[in-house]
DNA sequence: CCTCAAACGGAGCCCGACTCATCTTCTGGG
DNA sequence: CCCAGAAGATGAGTCGGGCTCCGTTTGAGG
């Protein structure tokens, strides 16, 4: 049932611009992502602000949520153009590198994934979905362990995107991830 | 050299109150470790904390230093007693299960691990260190694969605690330090 | 146009970290 | 034992950031 009265233009532009101005903030780092001064780079007023987000982090669960799309999104491309380990290894190098986009985008990814707030309930079980589609089309082929969920690797994830510390943190990063990518095709030789 | 004035006796009680008091509070969980609930715990004004700790952080930092030394005994221990990636074995789970000890002190662990906050760089380089420890003594066995520092291990690790969620979280985390751990015997075969 | 619900603005509230001017308590020397 | 005065403790107050509330503005159906 559409709502009788839709939404008015002008409300759909501040929405719009919110969520602009909010992943922005994100992107270039904490310092920037009061409240006040995402509204200003929205041009409205907070009271805007939270006409349109229940609260602060309301708003980053959003931008978030966008996020979390276009990553799902990457998964199903993956399996569909490659073997299933492979898939796998390229979606975990692929959250590694966006965690990399910015700091503030590397907090949010962690409190999404590692936080167990309700507000990212629905990201997170999109993202474990994803994350279980390649591990049991890995562990169908033989070729990786089973008994690990997408969400638990998932929140292993989370803490290695949290990293995002000095300089060279993407190189541990990677490294780590490849660590837990052959513990994973490890289980698969061992049965267990 | 010791200075002249050593410290009054008052002093000395309130500030081990301040840490007894900080420990037990991050323990409990978040709600009850704002400086004010802290400070009253301990039987003092919030003053008389700040005359102790620079900021909140210094008060968590330096109840964390303490524990990190537990952490850090505890692998030469293992290393003394089992072979070494055995050791390294204990080594991870142990860590898993000091986050278990509270909600609060996992939050602690994993802001030890994961920030790069100066504050922290002492406790992050003697938990580096410990882990170098286990991994060299693996790698010279020929057990363990090389070329993963310590520091790159930990922050993995630092995720890991970070779970922390929900109900049934700390078998989880137990499960994916396996498969870290599986990772870190896979290269050694592998000779990578 | 005109109406009025929807949307906006922004001063101000609340809460939690932190400060500082003032009072209290040790302690070492006489 | 006592006193000086330094070390220490106090807690009301400041500040910053998230959030609220209500008076004002504006878009759109009639």
Redesign the interface.
């Known amino acids: 049932m559409p709502p009788s009265r839709p939404q008015r233009a002008d409300a759909r532009r501040n929405r719009a611009a919110l969520l602009a101005a909010a992943r922005e903030a994100f992107l270039a780092g904490e310092e920037e992502s009061h409240v006040e001064e995402i509204a200003r780079r929205a041009g409205v007023a907070v009271g805007t602000l939270y006409r349109h987000f229940e609260t602060r982090e309301a708003l980053v669960e959003e931008v978030y949520r966008r996020e979390v799309d276009d990553l799902c999104a990457a998964a199903g491309t993956f399996l569909a153009q490659n073997p299933p380990e492979e898939a796998l290894r390229l979606f975990l190098l692929l959250l590694v590198e966006h965690a990399a986009v910015g700091r503030g985008m590397a907090v949010a990814l962690?409190t999404i994934m590692?936080?167990?707030s309700p507000i990212f309930e629905d990201s997170r079980e999109r993202m474990a979905g994803a994350l279980d589609e390649l591990i049991e089309a890995g562990t169908a082929a033989g070729t990786l362990?089973g008994?690990?969920?997408g969400?638990?690797?998932m929140?292993?994830?989370?803490?290695?995107?949290?990293?995002r510390?000095?300089e060279g943190w993407q190189d541990?990063a990677v490294?780590?991830t490849?660590?837990?990518?052959?513990?994973?095709?490890?289980?698969a030789v061992?049965a267990r």
């Open positions: 962690e590692v936080t167990d362990r008994g690990v969920g969400r638990t690797l929140r292993a994830l989370g803490g290695i995107c949290a990293l510390t000095a541990e490294l780590i490849r660590v837990l990518f052959d513990g994973l095709r490890h289980g061992e």
